[in-house]
């Protein structure tokens, strides 16, 4: 019987979850590249490949619950089992306007993705994942989801621009998280939100000053928690205004 590991990354055709993909693989887990555009996906399972990972595209537009019902039939029929769910994709939404300027068609896109997309993958996951001998959900979140931070006047959060869906969304999916955590307390799986730190990638036209490689360690770590490691925690990157910063677990 094979024990390799399986593992899903939702939005891994290119940026951090590109580099979680690789990563994973490395480790010599099975990654699941799920993407919703079929040529990036096979792309990234092309270039994924050739570095000697073992990868393979499957469809999954997280804004659309059917594609990740179609996907966890797939994985079950292919694998029987799924160890690994990192939930990965997001989108920023085209507003950078205040609050109180904020469409809310654009609040509903975001949302729809990064909290709902988020849901809608996770239940479609969960049977497997709950037989899974350690199974391990990475929610990919942001400190700038922090109430604790961008309410305190000495984080750098705190002078961010403002980007009310985006933003939010990443509170909403910290709670989204602990509550998972609480609910599969009493089970092997550990639920936890990661904050890879700012990084350059496409979400923000490259201006992070973390290199995705660096990034993707966080949701790496998360995915591969030991029997003892924590879950229901925000851990990653902290960013503080004195200093290169360092990983450990931020506040909600
Ligand atoms: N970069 C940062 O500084 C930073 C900081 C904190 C947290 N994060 C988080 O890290 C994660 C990865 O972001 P990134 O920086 O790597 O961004 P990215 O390079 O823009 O990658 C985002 C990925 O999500 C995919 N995606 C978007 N909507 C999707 C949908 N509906 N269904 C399936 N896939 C979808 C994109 O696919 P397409 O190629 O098809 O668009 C792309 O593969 C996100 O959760 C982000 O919020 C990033």
């Known amino acids: 019987m094979t024990t390799t590991k399986?593992?899903?990354?939702?939005?891994?055709?290119?940026?951090?979850?590109?580099?979680t993909a690789r990563q994973l693989g490395a480790l010599g887990m099975t990654v699941l590249v799920g993407a919703r555009d079929e040529a990036?996906?096979?792309?990234?399972?092309?270039?994924?490949?050739?570095?000697?990972?073992?990868?393979?595209?499957?469809?999954?537009?997280?804004?659309?619950?059917?594609?990740?019902?179609?996907?966890?039939?797939?994985?079950?029929?292919?694998?029987g089992r799924l160890d690994v769910l990192v939930n990965n994709a997001a989108i920023t939404g085209s507003s950078r306007a205040l609050p109180s300027q904020t469409p809310l068609d654009v609040m509903r896109e975001v949302y729809e993705t990064n909290v709902f997309g988020v849901v809608g993958v996770t239940n479609a996951m969960l049977p497997m994942l709950r037989r899974a001998e350690a199974g391990r959900i990475v929610n990919v979140s942001s400190e700038v989801g922090s109430i604790a931070l961008r309410t305190d006047p000495a984080s750098p959060m705190a002078v961010m621009p403002p980007s009310l869906p985006y933003t939010s969304s990443k509170t909403a999916l910290n709670m989204v998280t602990a509550m998972y955590a609480a609910e599969l307390a009493d089970t092997a799986l550990k639920v936890n939100a990661?904050?890879?730190?700012?990084?350059?990638?496409?979400?923000?036209?490259?201006?992070?000053?973390?290199?995705?490689?660096?990034?993707?360690?966080?949701?790496?770590?998360?995915?591969?928690?030991?029997?003892?490691?924590?879950?229901?925690?925000?851990?990653?990157?902290?960013?503080?205004?004195?200093?290169?910063?360092?990983?450990?677990?931020?506040?909600?």
């Open 6 to 19: 399986i593992a899903l990354i939702t939005g891994a055709n290119k940026g951090i979850g590109f580099e």
């Open 194 to 252: 990661a904050n890879p730190g700012y990084t350059a990638t496409d979400l923000n036209r490259n201006s992070g000053f973390r290199a995705a490689a660096e990034a993707a360690e966080v949701s790496v770590h998360l995915a591969t928690l030991p029997a003892d490691g924590p879950s229901g925690v925000l851990w990653g990157y902290e960013w503080t205004t004195d200093g290169p910063g360092s990983c450990g677990i931020l506040p909600w």
């Open 40 to 79: 990036r996906g096979l792309e990234a399972e092309k270039e994924l490949l050739e570095g000697g990972t073992t990868a393979r595209y499957v469809y999954i537009d997280v804004s659309n619950e059917e594609t990740a019902r179609t996907a966890a039939a797939w994985i079950e029929a292919e694998y």
